[in-house]
């Protein structure tokens, strides 16, 4: 991988004014320097650089200034102060259906979105079959986009975006109203533009695209940069913007944190009679105080644990083995139905497993008071192939009215309420070895999991 500066953001900021009236805003234009007016700052100083051929990703709420600083970087807006500099062709897919003339058809909107791309004449007659195939509306082409659904609108200005072989490529959302098959396609096509040293802007609300493509993330949170790095450690740190300030989150002293996971630790109650009924593998359990935990400060991981099925401390198994997961928690505040659960990973960050004990059919309490200590143990059958795994934990809330209707919500709208108080990423690393050395038994599935599945052979005449 090139590294090349494809993008370059020196101090940008952008500042808009706020006017009540449309006669207050001509006033403003005449006579700036006695306009009274309000100001909305969209974008706070920023300032970093993405490499050449990087899936980059931009995450945050709603109103973060996201799409602000996406339309900067294409040259539709100016920014208040600083620089962008782009190298190459950039193309963007900022809005459904933006750029498009609804009276136009699919070929000639087209061919008017390449030409601003720099695409036109006989190069454009070249590439628009390989468009017009990715597209795949059959005779729609030839129609008024305006008689378009949604994921048409998608499918022609991805398709014209993509098939020109930009040198950036700015996707903001608009993926997310195609279906499963397209958006596949979607991105077996960004996959293959980055091979040709491609850059590309992601803005999505999955977090699961966000940690499957993305190689470095931008967390933004009204307007300012809270985070740039690792999307494992920028996802964990937007799941706890949805209860907890930015600049809490930011300036919170981090060695608070750990002094507290520490003390909590030393704790004497924490070996108290109290645990008899919980066993704790024989062995040294994972040291938490160096690991930092992301959250509101209402919960602190104090002790985690892994072993084999015998409970015996163990961070090497077999295929097909069982890990159990032990995990403590004490709660700094009193809190509503409780859920503990864990996420597995591939040493890439791929996710290949996560469940919580509301999940699991544990139980959810309906309240912990400040100084409970909740403790969970997770059986997990190692049915993966043999590599290195991480390990996150976490301890959330359920909103208790959507938990006292489990039966008539789903779990998306469980996930969306959700309060994530403590997360500790990457707490712990372990590995799975081979059921054999040599021969079938040394692979006996092929793909990242093995899952029940039955086959039957037939051979006739």
Known sequence: MSSEIAISINNVSKLYDIYKTPMQRIKGLLFPRLNKRSTY?????????????????????????????????????????????????????????????????????????????????????????????????????????????????????????????????????????????????????????????????????????VMHYCDEVLLLHKGEALFIGNAAEAINKYYALGHVSAKKLINEDAARMNQAASNMIDDESVHDASASDFIWPNGTTVDVQGREQTGDGAVVCTRIGLANAEGKACQVYHQYNTMKVHVEFKVLTNLETPVVGFVLRTDKGVIVHGRNTGQCGSLVPEMVRAGQRIRA?????????????????????????????LEKVSMTEIEAESIRHCVVSNVVSFSIVPTGHLGFNAQPFYGLASVKSDAVLIVSG
Not at 166 to 176: H, N, Y
Not at 382 to 397: K, N, Q, R
Request: aromatic share 10%; glycine share 10%.
């Open 41 to 209: 700052q969209a974008l706070y100083p920023l300032s970093f650089d993405i490499q050449r051929g990087r899936f980059f990703g931009i995450i945050g709420q709603n109103g973060s200034g996201k799409s602000t600083l996406l339309q900067i970087i294409s040259g539709i807006l100016m920014p208040t102060t600083g620089q962008v500099q782009v190298k190459g062709r950039i193309a963007a897919l900022l809005e459904l259906g933006a750029g498009f003339n609804p009276e136009f058809t699919g070929r000639e909107n087209a061919r008017l979105n390449a030409q601003i791309l720099g695409v036109s004449g006989v190069k454009f007659d070249q590439v628009f079959p390989e468009i017009e195939a990715f597209a795949d509306i059959g005779d729609f082409i030839d129609s008024p986009v305006k008689a378009y659904s949604s994921g048409m609108f998608v499918r022609l200005a991805f398709a014209v975006q993509a098939c020109i072989d930009p040198d950036v490529l700015i996707v903001d959302e608009a993926l997310a109203v195609g279906d499963i098959f397209f958006r596949l396609k979607c991105y077996e096509r960004l996959e293959r533009l980055r091979e040709k040293g491609c850059t590309v802007i992601l803005v999505t609300h999955s977090m699961d695209d």
């Open 377 to 405: 143990t997770f059986d997990i059958p190692l049915d993966f192939a043999s590599g290195e795994y991480l390990l996150d934990v976490g301890f959330a809330t359920w909103p208790k009215l959507l938990h006292a209707n």
